[in-house]
């Protein structure tokens, strides 16, 4: 058990006025005692208890750590105020570590990089793949060409937000979950990109028609998903940290959060749909009806924080299909 003492006290000492919190900090498993803080100050914030636990515990960085109410409770967030806690004056912590942590944008941009890079190994028929005779040779089919446009648009288009658009309000991400998406993410590109361009891949069945219009799709759907992460990420533009609901906006592609609360997911899916049709290629399907699956968890959490956060949340939204679900 280690105690920290060191903290400037800034509201100092004119002691019967201002009265010092004591806060404990326990193992979230063990319960055991992993540090007591003394005189720690009303208005300090979680961050700060992070810090003083720091000091004890150098090896957990304040990103590694989760400081909780209840063992099994929420993480609290950096900015909550200890005084407006529901704790007494000596206040038991819980403390969870969360293992290395790696910084947020460079966690998407190697989650997004990778795709790009293994889709191109199948679409240029490194030797490896597809055989010797095959080997860097090109595909007929013309939709194989467009089915690499569109796949490194997508990804390109998602490095950039990354880069300039995204304000992300946790600086990291434990590094265990940046290794099971990567796998997800470059695991699914191969797979995709070694039927796509597979030397027997035959076209889609109602050939241009199908084509033109899955692109057609895409394209309105990648837009969207773009001017929604726009709007999502003007919503911070006065580098408030605090959540409010998102809402349409003068641009069209956003007047689908009238009905729904992530529109972003609904053109997301609605953009690897018409890649689907588009390439008419099973494992593009399953890809799709995975990531709808998750984006369907997530929309519907979000959604349902929305209700819970703000009492004037528009009813009509559902959280990923309009009407629907
Ligand atoms: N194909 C797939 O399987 C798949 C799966 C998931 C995502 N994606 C794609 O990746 C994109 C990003 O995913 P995500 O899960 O990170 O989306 P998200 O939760 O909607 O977050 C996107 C950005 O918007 C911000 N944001 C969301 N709601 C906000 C609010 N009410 N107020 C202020 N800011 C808000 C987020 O900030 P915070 O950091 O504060 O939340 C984040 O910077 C998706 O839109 C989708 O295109 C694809």
């Known amino acids: 058990m280690a105690s920290w003492?060191?903290?400037?006290?800034?509201?100092?000492?004119?002691?019967?006025?201002?009265?010092?919190?004591?806060?404990?900090?326990?193992?979230?498993?063990?319960?055991?005692?992993?540090?007591?803080?003394d005189k720690v100050e009303p208005n300090h914030t979680v961050n700060d208890i992070k810090l003083m636990f720091h000091k004890c515990y150098p090896q957990w960085y304040p990103a590694r750590q989760s400081i909780r109410l209840d063992p099994k409770g929420r993480s609290l967030k950096d900015e909550e105020v200890l005084r407006e806690l529901p704790v007494g004056t000596t206040a038991t912590l819980y403390f969870r570590d969360l293992g290395p942590q790696i910084g947020w944008t460079m966690v998407f941009l190697t989650e997004y990089a990778g795709p790009l890079f293994v889709y191109f190994l199948f679409y240029f028929r490194m030797p490896f793949f597809y055989g010797l005779a095959k080997a860097f040779t090109s595909s007929p089919h013309s939709?194989?060409?467009?089915a690499c446009c569109c796949h490194s648009f997508h990804y390109i288009k998602r490095l950039i937000e990354t880069i300039f658009v995204h304000r992300f309000s946790h600086g990291t991400m434990p590094l265990k979950s940046i290794v099971k998406n990567c796998f997800y993410y470059w695991g699914f590109a191969a797979w995709l990109a070694y039927y796509i361009n597979h030397p027997l891949y035959t076209p889609p069945s109602y050939?241009?028609?199908?084509?033109?219009?899955?692109?057609?799709?895409?394209?309105?759907?990648?837009?969207?998903?773009?001017?929604?992460?726009?709007?999502?990420s003007n919503l911070k533009i006065d580098g408030s940290r605090s959540r409010r609901y998102p809402f349409p906006t003068r641009n069209p592609f956003t007047w689908l959060f009238f009905f729904v609360s992530c529109p972003n997911y609904t053109y997301e899916v609605g953009s690897w749909i018409s890649f689907t049709v588009m390439?008419?290629?099973?494992?593009?399907?399953?890809?799709?009806?995975?990531?709808?699956?998750?984006?369907?968890?997530?929309?519907?959490?979000?959604?349902?924080?929305?209700?819970?956060?703000?009492?004037?949340?528009?009813?009509?939204?559902?959280?990923?299909?309009?009407?629907?679900?």
């Open 5 to 37: 003492r060191g903290l400037p006290h800034r509201a100092i000492m004119s002691s019967s006025r201002i009265s010092f919190f004591e806060v404990e900090i326990l193992d979230c498993k063990t319960k055991q005692q992993l540090c007591f803080l």
């Open 279 to 325: 390439t008419q290629c099973v494992p593009v399907g399953l890809f799709t009806l995975i990531g709808f699956i998750q984006m369907t968890i997530w929309a519907k959490e979000k959604h349902h924080r929305y209700i819970r956060e703000f009492k004037d949340y528009p009813r009509i939204r559902m959280s990923i299909i309009p009407f629907l679900l």
């Open 143 to 146: 939709v194989v060409h467009l």
């Open 207 to 232: 050939g241009k028609k199908q084509i033109s219009l899955s692109m057609i799709m895409f394209l309105i759907c990648e837009t969207g998903n773009f001017s929604i992460h726009i709007a999502l």
